[in-house]
């Protein structure tokens, strides 16, 4: 099973450091499931990552925001994210749906639900929030 993360869900795992969250990074890096993620959701999430804003809630370096993408990097499969696709109503939401069809990934794991969730299933990848994903696909219940 392969599931693209968008970067709200990227950065939650940082910053509000989520159990919902943590279950799914755990299932990634078990093995159980690919993380896909592509060079473009990759450089937003360094991107939002070093906001100052952000960056005040993690209180991370650049040297340990790099370590970080670095370490995420030894566990995701990397998909380029460069079809061009036109499917959410926020044109920058458009490279999870593009890294998902790519990669042949089954689930886009999103909190974005104006966007992003609002669309139920896009070529066969079906969006779901962090619970749900949590619930419905890894049976843990909380």
Do not use: W
Not at 91 to 101: G, H, I, Q
């Amino acid at each position: 099973m392969k599931i693209v993360l968008d970067t709200n869900v990227l950065i939650s795992a940082v910053i509000k450091k989520s159990p919902t969250i943590r279950a799914v990074l755990d299932a990634c890096r078990d093995g159980n499931i690919t993380l896909v993620l592509s060079r473009p959701i990759l450089q937003e999430f360094g991107r939002v990552m070093h906001k100052p804003n952000i960056q005040k809630y993690h209180q991370m370096t650049d040297a340990q925001i790099s370590q970080y993408i670095s370490d995420l990097s030894t566990f995701v499969e990397l998909a380029e994210g460069t079809t061009p696709i036109e499917v959410s109503q926020d044109p920058k939401d458009n490279m999870f749906f593009s890294c998902a069809v790519e990669s042949g990934a089954d689930y886009l794991v999103s909190g974005d639900e104006k966007h992003i969730l609002s669309i139920p299933v896009y070529q066969g990848v079906k969006t779901m929030s962090p619970t749900q994903f949590v619930q419905e696909v890894l049976k843990i219940t909380r």
